[in-house]
């Protein structure tokens, strides 16, 4: 066996994982991974003061930020980027919403929106805890 190291991946090495993935994915006759990135982006007069980053995996889309401007909180810009994608999902008949969030961010608007908590991770970081948060469609 070579050495084991810490490094970045190049392109190929990148190909050669993602390959081994995919046999192994076929092998297992699991449903061919599927990933698609989506960017949903608010402007005011030309300044970004939203946005929502997701991707597309198999059939759920995966929320990966959501950011609204400070001075735009509490003014319903996070709920319409949530109702876009959640209207995006459901024009593609993809199964539900998920994401992450931490304790001290936007447990209370998730819950708000009909999203259901299915994960609690304890100390992440220490004090804090990471919530799972889905919305099936």
Avoid: C
Wanted: hydrophobic share 40%.
């Amino acid at each position: 066996m070579d050495i084991i190291r810490r490094v970045e991946l190049s392109q190929d090495e990148n190909d050669v994982i993602n390959a081994g993935f995919a046999k192994h994915t076929n092998a297992a006759s699991a449903p061919p991974y599927h990933k698609e990135a989506l960017n949903w982006l608010a402007y005011e007069e030309n300044i970004l003061v939203g946005a929502a980053t997701a991707d597309i995996l198999w059939d759920w889309v995966y929320i990966d930020e959501l950011w609204v401007a400070d001075e735009l909180r509490g003014q319903g810009l996070g709920t319409k980027l949530m109702q876009e994608v959640e209207q995006y999902a459901a024009s593609e008949s993809l199964s539900g919403i998920w994401l992450w969030t931490q304790s001290w961010q936007a447990a209370d608007f998730y819950e708000k929106l009909g999203y259901e908590r299915f994960s609690e991770f304890d100390d992440f970081p220490k004090g804090h805890k990471r919530l799972g948060y889905r919305k099936a469609l």
